[in-house]
């Protein structure tokens, strides 16, 4: 036996070497390593290369220690039986969460079916037909719904966007109506065009950039509080914007006191969304109206009240909103209608 723990046999040639049967120190280059991967390299390597250095008709094989030593058996069933265990655990931990997770759904679409069960029940019972019409029929409601629902708002200084759910205009119809409402719509429409201030901002900047260094200067007045100087800004925009792309003034009445920019929208026959939605710019809302309109107990956002400094109470975050939100609706509405339409139901 060598240095590395080998046993050299005779053969033609020169000496081999035979498997060795005792453990040795020269295993400590292989620390860490499992004994038996160790073995099944040395066993792969001895089969297919007789040796690896060849030297004056020596062949020597770094080799693994012995497999049949009981104690290095031991380690390895030791080595075994950890790793099994550890992954035991993970199978264990995941499975559990999956059946968590399998629970939750089982309950959910069981929830799901109770409550969808007796529509389907009740549709399965009618006519068809009479299903379909009924459906035709909703549809045809909706527009003119929206449409009263943006005479709502507007009303109330506040105009319609592209970006809010599709039933948002309804629900807040339907807050309005209900006694103590008036505030809790408020909040939402701050909230909505709050939270869109960047988005519309872009919009705008990219839509008017002729007057992108206007609305950068409103803009950043409103975001330092400063409402009275950003509010005026906005409106005066929004009728800007009305007479360069309708030649129609927003805040100039016709002589049936309707806005000039009525006139645009009753150029053509509309109908549907494209009605609704474009039927604000040819209605009085609260923005919009003149002195015999308003009356004596008026309040709220009024162009006229504030352009000609009878208004001192207007520089509020809710007024600078408002008149923020007629300016994007102008945009909006006059974008789509000379460029990309509108939803026709």
């Given at each position: 036996m060598d240095e590395y723990g080998l046993t050299w046999k005779p053969r033609r040639g020169g000496m081999r070497a035979a498997a060795?049967?005792?453990a040795h120190t020269a295993c400590s280059a292989w620390t860490g390593c499992c004994a038996k991967v160790a073995l099944s390299a040395w066993r792969r390597r001895r089969r297919s290369h007789p040796g690896i250095?060849?030297?004056g008709g020596y062949r020597k094989l770094l080799l693994c220690p012995s497999m049949n030593d009981?104690?290095?058996?031991?380690?390895i069933s030791r080595l075994q039986r950890q790793k099994s265990g550890k992954l035991s655990d993970a199978l264990g931990s995941q499975l559990s969460d999956l059946t968590k997770v399998a629970q939750v759904a089982r309950t959910t679409i069981s929830t799901l079916v109770s409550a969808v069960s007796p529509v389907v029940g009740f549709l399965v019972s009618q006519p068809w037909a009479e299903i379909a019409e009924r459906i035709a029929e909703a549809a045809k409601e909706l527009p003119s719904k929206h449409q009263q629902a943006m005479k709502m708002l507007a009303d109330r200084g506040w105009y319609f966007d592209e970006e809010m759910a599709f039933t948002m205009p309804l629900d807040l119809v339907d807050v309005l109506v209900n006694e103590g409402g008036e505030e809790e719509a408020e909040a939402a429409l701050r909230e909505h065009f709050s939270g869109r201030l960047d988005s519309i901002e872009s919009f705008l900047v990219d839509q008017l950039s002729d007057r992108a260094r206007i609305l950068g200067q409103a803009f950043s007045a409103h975001r330092a509080?400063?409402?009275?100087?950003s509010?005026?800004?906005?409106?005066?925009?929004?009728d800007g914007v009305c007479v360069a792309k309708t030649g129609r003034y927003f805040f100039m009445r016709r002589r049936d006191k309707l806005p000039q920019t009525a006139t645009y929208v009753q150029s053509?026959?509309?109908e549907g969304f494209e009605a609704a939605w474009l039927s604000p710019l040819a209605a009085i809302g609260q923005v919009n109206m003149s002195e015999d309109q308003r009356g004596a107990d008026f309040v709220g956002l009024n162009r006229h009240l504030v352009i000609h400094g009878e208004s001192i109470d207007y520089d509020t975050e809710t007024n600078s909103l408002k008149a923020l939100s007629l300016?994007?609706?102008?945009?909006?509405m006059l974008v789509r209608d000379q460029s990309e339409g509108f939803l026709a139901v």
């Open positions: 060795p049967t005792t250095v060849d030297n009981p104690e290095d058996k031991g380690d509080g400063q409402y009275a100087l509010t005026p800004v906005f409106l005066m925009q929004a053509k026959e509309r300016l994007n609706y102008v945009v909006q």
